[in-house]
């Protein structure tokens, strides 16, 4: 039997729905922990589910706008989702321990609760990594709401590097340590740089005590977007973007996805705007501005608005709470989104340019990346105007050399299979741990 935890939004629980999945389809038995807001979704995808927290307390962190507020989005999610968890972690892995004996852990690896208990428990982890930024090469720019700088010269990077290092001591090692203590675990040290590699990074005379030396790291992003750099963790292994849609799960849902692909099919392709499943929640204008650019352009747009917005849309522009990716963003002829790392990942695999409005944490660093690769606009805050939006929505919908890197890129994207090249990796680490036991 195997647990997997995960804590955050749709973004963060539909990857490990899909390596729950995998793991499903060769035998295994499956038990995904995760907000009960998830639970209705998970145990129609046929996993198992056991709950971390209330669904209160997961609408209630999403609804604040220090979620989306770049100067206070690291600490919130910090202070509210990973330390405010920390414990109800800590005792759903114990009580699922208790019940179920599960063989391993594979955790989000800001489940540090979850990471704790395995410790103080002696149960084998296995962290998942969804966005590449949280690996911290040395070889890649530190691309944050509050750095933005991809075009500073390396010096600087080095400079901020040696700068937060003493900072993210202060900031996460000292409350995350003293939580670790209150449930018996060892303290870590430089844990912002270390805990999603697996306890990699170390210096030579830490490694003896290290509690994360062994544990292996997935990173659940594509080689396409981000390929192995020299110094990634010795026991990390990137395994692909690992996907799962929540299909319709009556009739009536279904004939409403039908009737919106046809509508879709009917004329020009739309330009499809969506805010994911954590800024949608304070994305009312950005909507607006959308469907006001799109009117501008004489395109028509459909908004995936995650809840229901009463508003009178410009004539072409339709609007409704959710939609399968898979089902509409191939369609399209542009997405414009926020570059959380599950939509962005949805967009490059459907072989569409991007027009991208980071607002807070990584997705500052994923659109760094995507427009890199050559396959998304980005559209700053100064420039959000309908104006500047009209501007990059029509340069991706013009623009043959973006439109022609999308869609190779979401050819490569849809060869892989990252949920059963995850799956693989954690049945080799389980078979080395049973053959040596």
Not at 85 to 95: H, I, L, S, Y
Not at 98 to 105: G, H, S, Y
Not at 164 to 174: A, E, I, N, Q, V
Not at 276 to 295: I, Q
């Amino acid at each position: 039997m195997l647990l997997l935890t995960s804590i955050g939004t749709a973004g963060d629980i539909h990857p490990y729905v899909a390596i729950a999945l995998a793991l499903k389809r060769r035998g295994h038995h499956v038990v995904l922990a995760a907000n009960p807001y998830f639970q209705e979704r998970i145990l129609a995808a046929g996993v198992g589910f056991w709950p971390v927290g209330s669904r209160d307390e997961y609408l209630r962190m999403v609804r604040n706008a220090d979620l989306v507020t770049p100067s206070r989005s690291v600490s919130y999610v910090f202070d509210e989702l990973l330390m405010g968890t920390f414990m109800q972690q800590v005792q759903a892995v114990q009580d699922a321990w208790q019940t179920l004996r599960p063989e391993a852990v594979i955790a989000h690896h800001i489940c540090f609760g979850s990471a704790a208990a395995c410790e103080r428990l002696g149960i084998p982890l296995i962290l998942g990594v969804l966005a590449p930024l949280f690996w911290l090469s040395s070889h890649e720019r530190i691309i944050m709401p509050t750095l933005p700088l991809p075009d500073a010269p390396g010096f600087v990077h080095t400079i901020l590097r040696h700068a937060m290092r003493p900072l993210g001591r202060w900031m996460f090692d000292r409350p995350l340590n003293a939580k670790r203590r209150s449930v018996g675990a060892p303290p870590i040290h430089r844990a912002f740089v270390r805990i999603a590699r697996g306890g990699d990074g170390l210096r030579p005379n830490e490694r003896i005590s290290d509690p994360l030396a062994a544990t292996p790291a997935l990173g659940l992003w594509s080689p396409h977007f981000r390929p192995a750099r020299a110094d990634d963790p010795a026991a990390g292994h990137i395994c692909g973007f690992c996907f799962w849609d929540r299909p319709p799960t009556s009739a009536a849902q279904l004939d409403q996805q039908r009737e919106l692909e046809r509508w879709m099919d009917d004329g020009q392709p739309p330009v499809l705007v969506t805010l994911g499943s954590s800024v949608s929640h304070h994305g009312r204008s950005t909507y607006d501005l959308a469907a006001r650019a799109c009117a501008r352009l004489g395109r028509r747009a459909l908004l995936l608005t995650g809840e229901p917005i009463d508003a009178a849309w410009p004539e072409g522009i339709r609007a409704t709470p959710y939609a399968a990716y898979s089902a509409v963003m191939p369609r399209a002829a542009a997405i414009v989104h926020h570059a959380g790392i599950g939509t962005a990942a949805a967009a490059m695999r459907a072989g569409v340019p991007s027009v991208i409005l980071p607002f807070a944490n990584d997705e500052f660093d994923n659109v760094f990346r995507a427009r890199a690769l050559g396959v998304a606009v980005e559209v700053r805050h100064r420039r959000r105007t309908v104006d500047g939006l009209a501007r990059a929505i029509d340069a991706a919908l013009t623009t043959a050399e973006l439109r022609a890197r999308a869609r190779d890129l979401g050819d490569r994207i849809r060869a892989e299979s990252g949920a059963e090249t995850a799956a693989d990796a954690i049945e080799r680490v389980l078979n080395r741990r049973r053959a040596n036991p």
